[in-house]
């Protein structure tokens, strides 16, 4: 007999479900308040946490793609909020890095960010919370040990 897949009991699609939920609210508050996707503000927080990078970098850091971090980069260029420099140890590359307006940006949206967060997971107490990043951390480590093939 064949098991049946019952989907709202399917762990991966809950979690999907609850990383759009949560992805939706945040990406609306960047978006109304400081015009940024959420590609553009995962840019910038990981420019503001670990300096200059190029963009394979940063994909390896963010977990997107590279048609979409090339997008948000070339966005958050224009805007002037990164600044583009050749790349030392590649010269077909640059590095990305936070200029004067990015870094100011930056420190107006992650006071917000890490408020959005706190109403978010206001119901979970702080043991549940450290619980579920070490159980998220686990999920994305079997994750990738299986990777994108499966």
Request: glycine share 6%.
């Given at each position: 007999?064949?098991?049946?897949?019952?989907?709202?009991a399917f762990l991966p699609y809950?979690?999907?479900?609850?990383?759009?939920?949560?992805?939706?609210?945040?990406?609306?508050a960047?978006?109304?308040?400081?015009?940024?996707?959420?590609?553009?503000?995962?840019?910038?927080?990981?420019?503001?946490?670990?300096?200059?990078?190029?963009?394979?970098?940063?994909?390896?850091?963010?977990q997107m793609d590279k048609v979409t971090v090339s997008r948000a980069a070339i966005s958050l260029y224009e805007r002037g909020?990164?600044?583009?420099?050749?790349?030392?140890?590649?010269?077909?590359s640059h590095l990305l890095e936070l200029s004067i307006d990015g870094w100011a940006l930056y420190r107006q949206v992650a006071p917000k960010a890490l408020e959005l967060?706190?109403?978010i997971f206001e119901n979970l107490s702080d043991t549940e919370q450290a619980q579920l990043r070490t159980m998220?951390?686990?999920?994305?480590?079997?994750?990738?040990?299986?990777?994108p093939g499966g």
């Amino acid at each position: 007999m064949t098991a049946t897949l019952k989907l709202d009991a399917f762990l991966p699609y809950r979690l999907s479900v609850a990383s759009n939920r949560v992805s939706g609210a945040i990406a609306g508050a960047y978006q109304a308040l400081f015009g940024l996707r959420i590609p553009e503000w995962r840019l910038v927080t990981v420019l503001a946490e670990f300096g200059a990078m190029s963009q394979q970098a940063l994909c390896g850091r963010t977990q997107m793609d590279k048609v979409t971090v090339s997008r948000a980069a070339i966005s958050l260029y224009e805007r002037g909020l990164v600044t583009r420099t050749p790349n030392p140890d590649d010269q077909r590359s640059h590095l990305l890095e936070l200029s004067i307006d990015g870094w100011a940006l930056y420190r107006q949206v992650a006071p917000k960010a890490l408020e959005l967060e706190r109403r978010i997971f206001e119901n979970l107490s702080d043991t549940e919370q450290a619980q579920l990043r070490t159980m998220l951390e686990r999920v994305e480590s079997a994750a990738a040990a299986i990777g994108p093939g499966g």
